[in-house]
């Protein structure tokens, strides 16, 4: 039990379709990020939310769009993807203080496979 | 451009056959280094942090070690449940937001 619980755990979902994807911290943190995850490849930051407020966004494609209507939950609104988007999706949270080394704790992560 | 880079890429021991990873880096104003496991079909698992060159941290069979250039985890005697993924990163700025290399594979055979 990590603290941060990610639902579905895996999705199979068509181009066409539009789903979402859940992420709750039960941390207190006041931070919280999208990271994908694909085959033989680094792990990517996609989007980080301070206090509900978007700070970053990493040149991520609009069919991907995240919401963080408070500090425990954290979504990522999925709609026309690509075969190329399959991937493991991480949501992590950590306690933002602006000072050094912000330990980042991941969920389990869902498995997103785009047919 | 900040770059993390992991060697090697995969490695596979005999349970008891200690032997090091690393992790080179080049970022300015370096905020801390981060070692994660990562377990097949699971999220990465929060090992250590470090922050200036000359720390060392352990934990049970692991000890992370930094340099201003690297940082090395050193896997003493490794029994088959350490297998997985170790993951290096490190942050740059006073946010969380972290910068992976591609990991470590490591297989510990009995």
């Known amino acids: 039990e990590t603290g941060v619980t990610q639902t579905p755990r895996h999705l199979v979902m068509g181009m066409t379709n539009k789903k979402s994807l859940k992420c709750e911290q039960h941390l207190g943190h006041n931070a919280m990020y999208w990271y994908k995850q694909s085959a033989k490849k680094p792990l990517e930051l996609m989007f980080v939310y301070s206090l509900e407020e978007r700070v970053e966004n990493n040149s991520v494609p609009s069919r991907f769009s995240p919401e963080c209507p408070n500090s425990s939950h954290l979504f990522l609104h999925l709609h026309t993807l690509q075969p190329e988007d399959s991937a493991l999706y991480l949501c992590a949270s950590s306690q933002e203080t602006g000072g050094t080394g912000n330990t980042i704790y991941f969920g389990e992560g869902s498995w997103l496979t785009v047919v | 451009e900040d770059q993390v880079t992991q060697s090697p890429e995969a490695l596979r021991l005999q349970e008891g056959e200690s032997s090091s990873l690393n992790c080179s880096y080049t970022?300015?104003?370096?905020?801390?280094l981060f070692w994660y496991r990562q377990d097949p079909g699971k999220g990465p698992e929060f090992l250590f942090t470090?922050?200036?060159a000359g720390e060392e941290k352990e934990k049970e069979r692991l000890k992370a070690t930094l340099t201003k250039k690297e940082s090395f985890l050193h896997i003493t005697a490794p029994k088959p449940e350490d297998s997985a993924t170790y993951l290096c990163a490190v942050q740059r700025d006073s946010w969380g937001k972290l910068q992976f290399g591609a990991g470590t594979q490591v297989v510990v055979t009995p």
């Open positions: 970022v300015s104003g370096l905020r801390g």
């Open positions: 470090l922050y200036s």
